[in-house]
């Protein structure tokens, strides 16, 4: 069943609230977007079932740890991107899989430790016959990662 238009705004501030903070308790969440704890218990609970909270995590910055960050973005038959997006959600170097539109229909994040794992990924997707051409960008550095893109809002 999807949320009214009152229970999407709370959604979105409760969401917000988490984005900033995922560890914050529920009586601070509370506070900060002005809802009773124990609402927002249960809608924590409702986003959760539903799908749109799949998880909570620590942020990180790969970089500090010695990872290079390689945007690639795919050449694939639209026949075969399921197939494509599969293999690289199966493997742990890859952060983020898109299906796009356009020339390049994947759109991928990896996080390698050396280039030597850089240069066997690529060895394997060239190799790869469901993958038509690759083109590879370095992040040279990160500016903005793992912003919530909830503005910040008082409720109404």
């Keep these: 069943m999807e949320p009214d238009a009152e229970s999407l705004a709370l959604d979105r ?10 560890r914050a308790d529920v009586r601070d969440v ?16 409702a986003l959760e079932e ?4 799949d998880g909570y995590t620590a942020m990180v910055d790969y ?5 290079e960050t390689i945007i690639f973005r795919l050449r694939v038959d639209l026949g075969a991107v ?6 690289l959600r199966s493997r742990s170097a890859f952060t983020t ?7 390049e229909s994947v759109f991928a994040i990896g996080l390698f430790e050396n280039v030597a794992a850089i240069g066997a990924c690529l060895r394997e ?14 992040v040279v550095s990160m500016r903005r990662e793992n912003d919530c893109p ?4 008082t409720p109404p």
């Design 125 to 138: 997707l060239h190799d790869d016959p469901d993958v038509c051409g690759i083109d590879t960008d370095t």
């Design 50 to 53: 539903r799908g749109a909270i």
């Design 30 to 45: 509370a506070a900060a977007i002005d809802a009773v704890p124990t609402t927002v218990q249960k809608r924590i609970r």
């Design 150 to 153: 909830i503005p910040d809002s």
């Design 13 to 22: 501030r409760l969401v917000a609230a988490l984005c900033r903070d995922g």
């Design 82 to 87: 399921d197939r494509v997006t599969d293999r």
């Design 63 to 67: 970089a500090e740890l010695g990872y």
């Design 97 to 103: 899989v898109y299906h796009t539109s356009g020339p």
